[in-house]
């Protein structure tokens, strides 16, 4: 059969097969039998440009973004989830038959044509299927000219590798039991690909292999088939089972009391396994924490763990540590974009009920391709908002960097490198309308030159902290991009930037802080009480011989001391006269995870890496993560100077 528009139309048999692969990833299990009881038609390639848009003129101007897809009988992408969905209601409408997106159980039947091995082609997947078949740091343009690869046994094209193709159901786990006509779950989060796409490694490629994206994102690996048949009319899955930190969740809240006299408790970790049975993915590294407190006196962490931190895996895990409790939960899956990479995320209480989780999204592995996703909550976690791409294109200036913060004037700013490497700055997000629109002030600005006096549209160094001043300006401190001290020594010190028009440029100069480096990242807030926190480390870790730094001892005098420490402004970040090492002077042997391993505490020893994050709850405690620890003090610990001797 061959439509209007040119499409062939295959028919696919009515039959049985076992989804899933026992060997495959761990979405793809359990293995189950799905039996269809009627034939469709399928096109025989995926949906080209010159037949989306006799739909959408306008897509034409995507043709080449990224350098894909610039002629008609190219593979369409750059097409949501939604527009891929309108077009079948266009099409049903204009052939006087119906047309609809594939189920994914549809189409992984239709993709291996009888076959049980990895590929429809067997073990492996032949060069004549294949399209640059990396994931690489940044795609190479390839050709997406449909149907000139081999067919399967059913006619059908391009089925591995290719493009990603969306699927109408939702993303989410597989039933044990026999399915017929399986329609997937009732709900969910993000829309099934399947398929894999040029730029992706063959692994992704495989017959039963998943992905999945917000029904709104659209990049250069999605496109789309379309189906010639009545939609199934089997009832939809019962949705996933609700994570442990969304469950259980007290509503009432909390009566705050403030700790009496100067405080600090013993770090305690806040990332534990999932409890026996639970199937929660948990990887050996978890790293790049965020934090916030509720308003019903719980503390919510989130933060990616993966086997590799370019790896398509890693996946988005939280912890609660429930009011009253001295203890953190298991680990429970938080967010999670089916095979993609999701580096970065930030967790926010404005203090009027509204919780903010923004997060990282890659097109593929690694992290140079992001685009930002933001959900709120008004039920202290409870329950999440449907997921909206705030900065929807993947690229640079999008990865999420824990410490969003509100002005006085109640604008968002929530801090994203720039860059994907070791250094080039830290871009703003900016939301005035309470996070639903957010722009990025200094894109398109002059490239910065960072250099003592230098201006730029960037923030000097990655992984930046960043405050509203009283006087309307912001204040970023960041790692690298290191500049040199303003009093001769010769010595590096950390950048500071400093914008006077809303973040559209800035100017850097040295602050008095040492540089830092690798498996380190700062904080800077402020606190209720009006000083400006800054949590720093006194060394770069990798450097052979620490220097460390001087704090005040009790009875006068001074200490040097190595590891974390926290410095407070009084003035806006003009001086910093209070400063102190992070640790009570008890020796303890510690496991900071990550990339911090073991360590030991001491009166002279402090953290001495970790990617910090903090929040300060209504009751003046200050609660900062590492990367696998949790700290608690107050400001009058702060103040204290070490003890002596």
Known sequence: MRNSLGMEMVTVPAGAFTMGQEDGDPDEAPVHRVVFRRPWRMAMTPVTNAQFEAFAPEHRACRGRRGFSHDDDEAVVHVSWVEATAFCRWLSEREAMPYRLPTEAEWEYACRAGSTTPFWTGAALPEAC???????????????HVGTGPANAWGLHDVHGLVEEWCSDWYGPYPAEEDADPTG???????????????TDRHHLRSAGRMGALPEDRHWLIGFRVVQAVAPTTPPRTAAPVPEVM????????????????????????????????????????????????????????????????????????????AGQDHWDPASEFFKAPDRNMTGSSLYHDGQGTLYHANGIEAAGHWANLAMAVRTSHDHGATWSTPW????????????IAG????????????????????????????????????????????????????????AGIHAGVVALRDGRFLALGRGNNLPANDGSGAWRMPQSVSADGGKTWRYGASPFPPIS????????????????????????????????????????????????????????????????????????????????????????????????????????????????????????????????
């Open 130 to 144: 294949c399209r640059h078949q990396e994931d690489d740091w940044d795609p190479t343009p390839v050709p997406l």
């Open 185 to 199: 779950p009732v709900t969910g989060l993000f829309r099934v690909t399947r398929g894999g796409s040029h730029n």
């Open 247 to 322: 469950s259980g969740v007290d509503p009432r809240p909390w009566s705050w009391q403030a700790p009496s006299g100067p405080w600090f408790a013993a770090p305690i970790s806040f990332v534990h396994p999932p409890r026996p049975g639970d199937r929660t993915p948990f990887y050996a590294h978890n790293h790049c924490p965020a934090l916030t407190w509720c308003a019903n006196g719980d503390l919510l962490a989130i933060w990616y763990s993966t086997t590799g931190e370019a790896g398509r895996e890693m996946t988005i895990l939280a912890s609660r540590r429930r």
């Open 389 to 400: 791409l705030a900065a929807p294109e993947h690229g640079r200036r999008h990865q999420v």
């Open 404 to 459: 969003m913060s509100r002005t006085p004037q109640g604008w968002l700013l929530q801090p994203c490198d720039a860059v994907w490497g070791m250094e080039g700055g830290t871009a703003l997000q900016i939301s005035r309308d309470g996070g639903r629109t957010w722009y990025d002030p200094g894109a398109g600005t002059p490239p910065p030159v960072y250099q003592c006096e230098g201006t730029g549209g960037t923030i």
């Open 518 to 645: 690798g498996g380190q990242r700062l904080v800077l807030l402020r606190l209720h009480q009006g000083p400006l926190l800054l949590i720093s480390f006194t060394d770069a870790a990798d450097v052979a011989q620490p220097s460390g730094l001087d704090f005040a001892v009790v009875g006068g005098g001074q200490r040097r001391g190595f590891g974390a420490f926290a410095a407070l402004s009084p003035d806006e970040g003009v001086t910093w006269p209070h400063q102190r090492l992070l640790t009570d002077g008890v020796e303890r042997h510690l496991d900071g995870g990550a990339w911090t391993g073991g360590f030991t505490m001491d009166r002279d020893h402090a953290e001495p890496r970790g990617y910090l994050a903090a929040t300060q709850t209504p009751d003046g405690v200050i609660h900062m993560l590492s990367s696998r620890l949790h700290y608690q003090f107050d400001l009058a610990w702060l103040t204290q100077p070490l003890a002596g001797g």
